[in-house]
């Protein structure tokens, strides 16, 4: 639901003026500390720690059912209402701030809002003044006007109840209570009217809490980032539509790739709704399918289209996720647990299945480091259940929760031994499914993204050699072709933000600013989407930071198992100095040569069984940065028409593309169709 928003704004944090050399440029540390720079020291981090894990608690077990008691009271259009009503109300708060913070331009704004919407929008019930008159909330607090007069932030602190907090912000909010109309309405009456805004005002945290909770192997460390990007955005007022759009700096260069429209010749004769197969010269290779009108820029921010993907399929209910009476496809699919290793935690993964008991299977593998809960995992169930399917959703198999499924001892990376690991979940879950709905599932398919894909070939090399035949068909999405040239080219992209160092603060908060003004508008970006609204280094950053708190979550669940007792500051100390090619070298080389991981970790390793098997079909771009041309033609040259090359969309960027979803639909129905005429 906010898988935008909620991975990509996480790498932004606090910053109060401290010197950048200082902290980020540390000798001991090669890697962003973002914490460190915007946060100060976390001097009271062990019971912060804890009243943190009390404030989770305390959620799961008490405020989370008081959230969807009123969830499933009153439909969203409703709690929208209240929510809008009770921002007007906030007015005087805003009036103040803006006021000592000398934005006049911000007292005429929230002037005009408070007239419009008490008069037109029915005492603020309904956000007229957005919606007819393009006058967005500008959200002023009293905190934004003490930093205005140069108070300091102060330390960080977790409170029960309020959770995330600075000395100054606690301040801000005392002085936000007092200006506030409905602090002084006192009767039992209003006390309940009070808390009944109270809750509708923080039901809407329970998403951001399930990402928090679910998504990342530490919650209190992405928690306070969270917390800190938010409190930056708004003291920069980066929130302000027209603040972002007027702030220029050296990096807001023109960012798109010399558009040379590309010229194709297109087939005729093809049926409504085909898609035409071209041929397009390119050192010997030929893109099998045309996006045309696709408008490149460059890999990565083409990469980053993906996200697109999300916003395809999704359901529209007017009971939000916290409501019972939600209905939207989400909340069919169910959640269980296997076990992999003795002794080691189950594995969690998440499952919907077809009334007709004699459905086909889908098992979905997402990308690098993603977890059950993947938004590709999900749209791609969906497609799937639509045709037919019964679904099995896991996750990455190089992530945090996988790991803790393992032996103890056991690194994730060696692909082949992997692999091992990831049929034995497969056949835990079939049998776990088949014995509790007595299902038998003759029909199955894997269909993986990115290192998933990588997984799901490695997986049907597996069979080959053991002439084993738990899944049918592969389908694979992007896969590198050589891990180690893939970790290489990631970690290119994890050190370009020492491209800009002399004013990274600012360029961050930037574009997550960006980032977070593209998802309020997502349905108008995807309606009508051209381009990328990033430039290709602020593209960089929104890369580095995904693909390294991937690593970061993996590495930090490495040495918690290792050592329960650890020292959370000493392991964050060395996470920010460690790249992919580090994380090999310190925990796989301890039980693998440098040679063996290479010649292993490799799609020609499993070269016999692409020349010689027809059960898979593999989905990839002629300008994916993670795989190189010469590695494409090989890969070619084992699979011939197996692989379907796109003209463009880098990596993963051509999920959201009719063409893309149109081939995969037919895919689908082509196995539909063979499994029918197997039946007979």
């Known amino acids: 639901m906010k898988k935008i928003i909620t991975v990509f704004i996480l790498f932004n944090v606090l910053s109060f003026n401290l010197a950048f050399a200082d902290v980020l440029l540390k000798p001991n540390l090669k890697y962003p500390s973002y914490d460190l720079l915007y946060l100060n020291q976390d001097k009271f981090e062990d019971l912060n720690r804890r009243v943190f894990n009390f404030n989770l608690k305390l959620n799961k077990l008490f405020v989370k059912r008081i959230h969807i008691i009123w969830a499933s009271l009153f439909p969203t259009f409703i709690t929208d209402s209240i929510n809008s009503l009770y921002s007007n109300i906030e007015y005087p708060k805003r009036l103040v701030s803006s006021l000592l913070q000398r934005d006049f331009e911000a007292v005429k704004h929230e002037s005009k809002r408070f007239f419009i919407n008490t008069t037109l929008g029915v005492a603020g019930l309904i956000d007229v003044a957005e919606k007819f008159f393009d006058l967005e909330l500008f959200n002023e607090d009293m905190e934004q006007a003490l930093a205005k007069c140069k108070v300091k932030c102060g330390n960080y602190l977790v409170l029960p109840f309020v959770s995330s907090i600075t000395t100054r912000d606690m301040f801000g909010r005392i002085l936000d209570f007092v200006l506030t109309p409905t602090t002084y309405i006192a009767s039992p009456v209003a006390a309940a009217v009070k808390l009944g805004l109270l809750i509708n005002r923080t ?8 990402m928090v909770e679910s998504g990342y192997a530490d919650p209190y460390d992405i928690a306070k ?7 930056f ?11 972002l759009a007027t702030t220029k700096d050296n990096y807001d260069e023109v960012n798109l790739v010399e558009n040379k429209k590309q010229k194709f010749i297109q087939v005729k004769g093809k049926l409504k709704g085909e898609n035409l197969i071209v041929s397009m010269p390119d050192d010997e290779l030929s893109a099998d ?6 408008n490149p820029q460059n890999p990565i921010l083409d990469s980053m289209r993906t996200a697109l993907f999300d916003m395809v399929e999704k359901d529209k209910s007017i009971w939000s996720e916290n409501a019972v009476w939600n209905r939207s496809f989400n909340k069919k699919i169910k959640n269980a647990a296997v076990e992999i290793s003795p002794n080691a935690n189950k594995y969690n993964f998440r499952y919907v299945l077809q009334k007709n008991k004699q459905s086909p299977l889908v098992i979905i593998f997402p990308s690098i480091g993603e977890g059950v809960n993947s938004s590709h995992s999900n749209v791609m169930a969906k497609m799937f259940y639509k045709q037919g399917y019964s679904v099995v959703i896991i996750g990455s198999h190089f992530q945090w929760e996988f790991l803790k499924s393992l032996d103890k001892n056991y690194k994730v990376g060696f692909i082949k031994e992997d692999v091992k690991y990831i049929n034995k979940l497969l056949n835990n879950i079939i049998s776990y499914l088949s014995n509790k709905y007595d299902r038998v599932f003759l029909n199955r398919t894997a269909i993986g993204t990115s290192l998933g894909a990588y997984a799901v070939l490695f997986l049907a090399n597996e069979q080959y050699e053991q002439g084993a035949n738990n899944i049918d068909k592969f389908i694979a999405i992007c896969p590198p072709y050589e891990l180690l040239y893939a970790v290489n080219q990631i970690d290119e992209i994890i050190e370009s933000w020492q491209e800009y160092p002399d004013d990274f603060k600012k360029k961050i908060a930037l574009t997550t600013a960006k980032v977070l003004r593209a998802f309020k508008e997502k349905e108008k970006l995807h309606k009508n989407f051209k381009t990328m609204p990033f430039s290709n280094y602020e593209a960089k950053l929104i890369s580095a930071f995904i693909f390294h708190q991937k690593l970061s979550d993996l590495v ?7 050592n329960p007792d ?11 100095n460690l790249n992919f090619k580090d994380y090999i070298k310190k925990y796989l080389l301890e039980s693998h040569s440098y040679e063996e991981i290479k010649s292993t970790n490799t799609l020609s390793s499993i070269s016999n069984y692409l020349i010689n098997r027809d059960n898979y079909i593999i989905y990839h771009s002629l300008d994916d940065y993670l795989i190189s041309k010469n590695q494409l033609k090989e890969l070619k040259s084992y699979c011939d028409d197996k692989l379907v090359l796109f003209n463009n969309g880098a990596h993963l960027g051509f999920l959201y593309r009719d063409e893309f979803i149109n081939i995969l639909t037919q895919e689908i129905n082509l196995d539909k169709r063979r499994i029918a005429q197997n039946k007979k």
């Open 289 to 294: 399918i045309v996006l045309n009108d696709f």
């Open 556 to 562: 930090y669940t490495i040495e918690k198992i290792n």
């Open 233 to 243: 955005i708004k003291l920069s007022n980066y929130d302000r539509k027209k603040v």
């Open 225 to 231: 980032k969270f917390y800190g990007v938010e409190k």
């Open 566 to 576: 650890f020292d959370v500051k000493l392991v964050y100390e060395m996470i920010h």
């Open 203 to 210: 039901m809407y945290i329970q998403p951001v809490i399930k």
